[in-house]
């Protein structure tokens, strides 16, 4: 707990803390100071004296009930400022009330792990449904529990002590029902070492669950002045020792052993022959709730001459400097008791473990080290301090060998242990996942509600991906609402496909869509026209619904959420001016990649100091262009059709010089998919904050085209190339005819999506072939590539490309296609045809290696055609990335796992999303 407090005000400047110490009747209570940090306070408050007799299982409850007045007197008038309770896992039955009576959100801090954790929600569970047997009966068994938070079943000898002892499980289960009703559990572990038991906790009907471990006090490795001799004489001890040579023995602060388990751990460790160092401590007169005193001499406990003749390999001390000694380089294996502070401890080390538990849930502890992470070997996992049971001396020296044979460079539990103990140390840090998730508990319950107004550009791709970045959004931050005005009239399917509410209840009161009035256009308006004057036209509305938002924030005197500034698509800078006119920050959300943004960053820069060029008349020269978001100069032929048209050039680069007037932009890719672009964006301050939150896809299914899918079904893996051109592409007669007898020709199966395109002088998407025998096709195709190929109208893009048959995509490298196939693994062939795709299809094609060209410099209203032989040549080159030589595929799938872990815990994106979550919150005026 003093760690947790320590942590977060040093997470942020804020935050102070007031940790309540309850003193122990007994009077064995530690002295502490707030140290350096003026933010970290302790206060002793009074002894409560439960009366004679008290049940062990009710010391605790009766403690804590006797301090809930102490503590309410401590708060007193500052009950205004206090942000929340933090109590303990064990204190949630009594102080939850004492929370809801001061009305201050409580919280819990679970010290045990994430796997404990989801055992107690599960026994709490089946004990509420009338389901839970007695576990004090299945202790002795061989039978088995299904846990959710353990891949493996449970043997029941491994129950923890703490549930199958009668008198306690009642005060568990109840702490465990109360601990349902938190705002919010903190969790010392890490997402790396419990990544399954962590998933399992962190469900629907369950408090939002922070893993901020290792949470470890590291200078708890020196000691207080009255053991500094024993603590010097330990490590010169130590300091004599080979490398990874020495098993260190020690059970905790409560851990000890009488004579007759003394004598078999001494005649083990005879016989192993390995160095030790050994913490043996008197029981306690009061047993298990007593602390283990020190043994006047050890002469009186271990057997006769024992000392002398292991003086050479051994050392045999009472109280041990555990993080001094496990820190130490000597030190090659821990037989230890699997208090979860110990394990952590351990991990953090780099020390394999020894398991023999003793008591609470050590049991637990040791199973999932043993059996489920594979970083322990065992001693005794079903030993349970008290019962009268002794391990004999065949088991620990058995254990002690295998464990000890683990300090090999070639053994699978050191190399496993060394990994994980660097994953507990890069957690920590800005970027890590347990740093990552302290920042999101901040965030989520230190400042009230924030709404955030969005306004995508009306076109697909846009919509979609504002919808699944308001998702990201309010699922990572509680605190965030999100309102969508919609600026197009949408169909019943579009609805459904980007409904916010259809995958998680809980995100549908915090996300709405609001449908503005339809937008009529004059007759024959410019198209680069259309969209200024729809949001022009839709500016009032737009307005309306930020003012409405500012208004019941007032009138509810503050309980409803703080407009906390717009969301604008890359293309609608027009409302950084009804922002402006609301007094509230606005951010750009830049749907295509970051090389375009600094792309056109460089064009608008060289524009504005006419420098730049007629950008129409070297479009078709082999000219270059220096682009400081690219790493290799950019072949004039593949400039982005978008500005090359005289029309949009200007609306381009009006649009990118307003960018540099928001609060920050939030760009659709990952640091490891383009790490050069994002780098220019992100240093010189140049521009503002850029923030890469990708890949942002709505990877929902679409359902409805079964007939699709069953082709599919009946492929060989990777050996279909799939050719779709996006919601807006489609072909003339002549190059459906090309494309047509480059499959034929090439042999290779494929599914293809083909549109008929719109009437001459018509400006719209392209529509569906009542049959395909209407479709331009050459004689008899159909019939004759029945066997491998099949012809299709709309595709279910999504659920094709994550097909397992699918291994090409000729695509047009819209940025959403592009996301997608690397998001899936699939090898793209580059066919650009409108806006930014030219730029799009060289990136993946000459900086990135994801892709194979087609034809780089195509336009799709250029009158270009590409002839079957440049098809046919660039699918056979794609299709070869397919061998297991095939570098593409290997790259390819090497960027899909990065896209993958960008998003999750301490993943890049992840993070960034976090940063820009703290910047608009900190922004709010």
């Not at 010391?59 to 008038?77: A, D, M």
């Not at 353990?150 to 029902?177: A, G, M, Q, Y």
């Not at 524009?607 to 082999?622: I, Q, V």
């Not at 703290?918 to 922004?923: A, G, K, L, S, W």
Request: glycine share 8%; aromatic share 8%; with cysteine.
């Amino acid at each position: 707990m003093i760690q947790l407090a320590k942590q977060l005000v040093n997470h942020d400047h804020r935050l102070s803390a007031t940790i309540c110490l309850i003193p122990l009747p007994s009077g064995n209570n530690t002295n502490l100071t707030a140290g350096d940090d003026s933010r970290v306070r302790f206060v002793n408050l009074p002894a409560v004296k439960p009366p004679p007799d008290t049940d062990p299982a009710r010391f605790l409850p009766t403690i804590l009930e006797g301090s809930k007045r102490h503590i309410k007197e401590l708060v007193g008038s500052d009950v205004a400022r206090l942000a929340g309770f933090v109590v303990d896992m064990l204190c949630c039955t009594a102080m939850m009330d004492l929370g809801s009576e001061l009305g201050v959100p409580p919280y819990v801090f679970y010290p045990s792990g994430a796997n404990f954790l989801g055992f107690m929600l599960e026994l709490q569970a089946l004990h509420d449904e009338g389901k839970l047997g007695d576990l004090a009966e299945l202790k002795d068994t061989e039978s088995e529990m299904a846990i959710p938070s353990l891949e493996k079943p449970l043997p029941c000898k491994f129950l923890p002590s703490v549930v199958v002892e009668k008198e306690w499980l009642p005060l568990l289960i109840d702490n465990t029902r109360r601990l349902r009703e938190a705002r919010g559990i903190v969790v010392n572990t890490f997402l790396e070492l419990e990544t399954y038991a962590l998933g399992s906790v962190s469900v629907a009907g369950n408090p939002p669950v922070y893993p901020v471990g290792p949470l470890l006090n590291l200078n708890s490795a020196r000691p207080e002045e009255e053991e500094e001799e024993e603590y010097k004489e330990v490590m010169e001890w130590l300091d004599g020792q080979p490398a990874g040579s020495v098993v260190f023995l020690c059970f905790g602060s409560m851990g000890s052993f009488a004579k007759e388990q003394a004598t078999e751990i001494a005649a083990a460790l005879e016989r192993a022959g390995h160095r030790f160092l050994w913490s043996l401590r008197r029981p306690s007169e009061m047993g298990i709730t007593g602390v283990p005193g020190e043994y006047e001499n050890f002469d009186d406990v271990l057997p006769g001459g024992f000392l002398d003749r292991t003086s050479g390999v051994g050392k045999v001390i009472g109280w041990a400097p555990q993080m001094a000694v496990l820190g130490h380089q000597s030190v090659g294996g821990f037989v230890s008791h699997c208090g979860w502070n110990s394990m952590l401890e351990s991990v953090w080390f780099g020390v394999p473990i020894g398991a023999w538990p003793m008591y609470a849930e050590q049991q637990l502890n040791a199973f999932q080290f043993v059996e489920d992470l594979g970083f322990a070997e065992e001693i005794r996992m079903d030993y349970r301090w008290g019962s009268g049971k002794i391990v004999t001396a065949e088991e620990i020296e058995g254990g002690i060998q295998r464990l000890m044979t683990t300090t090999g460079n070639d053994s699978r539990t050191r190399k496993t242990m060394n990994e994980i103990s660097e994953m507990s140390k890069k957690t920590l840090v800005n970027g890590g996942s347990s740093y990552s998730s302290m920042t999101r508990f901040i965030q989520d319950n230190t400042t009230t509600a924030a709404e955030l107004v969005f306004v995508p550009a009306p076109a697909a791709g846009h919509l979609f991906s504002a919808v699944e970045l308001a998702k990201q959004l309010v699922t990572h931050d509680q605190r965030l609402s999100v309102t969508i005005c919609v600026t197009t009239m949408l169909t019943a399917g579009f609805k459904a496909a980007i409904d916010p509410t259809a995958d998680d209840s809980s995100v549908a009161s915090r996300i709405r869509l609001i449908d503005l009035p339809i937008v009529k256009l004059p007759p024959n308006t410019n198209p680069s026209e259309t969209l200024p004057y729809i949001l022009e036209a839709s500016s009032a509305s737009i307005k309306k619904i930020a003012s409405d938002i500012i208004r019941r924030r007032t009138e509810s005197s503050g309980d409803s959420p703080r407009l906390a500034g717009f969301v604008i698509d890359m293309f609608c800078t027009r409302m950084i001016d009804v922002a402006g006119e609301l007094g509230v920050p606005c951010y750009v959300f830049y749907t295509s990649g970051a090389n375009f943004l600094g792309f056109m960053l460089h064009l608008q820069a060289l524009r504005d100091e006419g420098k730049l060029g007629d950008l129409a008349e070297m479009k078709d020269n082999e000219f270059e262009m220096a682009i400081p978001s690219l790493e290799k100069p950019l072949t004039c032929k593949c400039l982005p059709s978008a500005v090359v048209e005289k029309d949009w050039l200007p609306l381009l680069i009006d649009n990118t010089r307003r960018l540099r007037e928001v609060r920050g932009i939030a760009v659709n890719s990952f640091l490891e998919l383009e790490p050069h672009a994002i780098d220019f964006l992100s240093t010189g301050g140049i521009i503002p904050p850029v923030y890469p939150v990708g890949p942002i896809l709505n990877l929902k299914a679409v359902q409805g085209n079964e007939e699709v899918m069953e082709w599919l079904d009946n492929q060989p893996a990777a050996s279909v190339v799939f050719l779709c051109f996006g919601s807006m592409g489609s072909f003339g007669k002549e190059q459906v005819t090309e494309i047509a007898v480059a499959l034929e020709r090439c042999g290779q199966r494929f599914l293809w999506s083909l549109r008929r395109s719109p009437e001459a002088g018509e400006v719209g998407p392209p529509s569906e072939y009542g049959n395909f025998d209407e479709a331009p096709l050459p004689a008899g195709f159909l019939d004759r590539v029945s066997g491998i190929g099949k012809v299709i109208g709309w595709a279910p893009q999504t659920a094709v490309l994550r097909h397992v048959a699918v291994g090409g995509f000729v695509s047009h490298c819209g940025w959403n296609s592009v996301l997608e196939s690397i998001w899936f693994g699939v090898p793209v062939g580059a066919w650009p045809m409108y806006a930014e795709q030219q730029l799009n299809a060289f990136q993946l094609v000459e900086e990135l290696g994801l892709a194979e060209e087609i034809k780089m410099d195509y336009r799709w209203d250029g009158g270009m055609m590409v002839t079957a032989e440049e098809i046919e040549g660039g699918i056979r080159r794609l299709m070869a990335a397919e061998n297991d030589e095939g570098r593409k595929r290997k790259t390819v799938k090497e960027v899909s796992e990065m896209s993958k872990k960008a998003l999750t815990e301490g993943g890049s994106s992840c993070s960034s999303l976090s940063r820009f979550i703290q910047d608009v919150i900190d922004n709010i005026s």
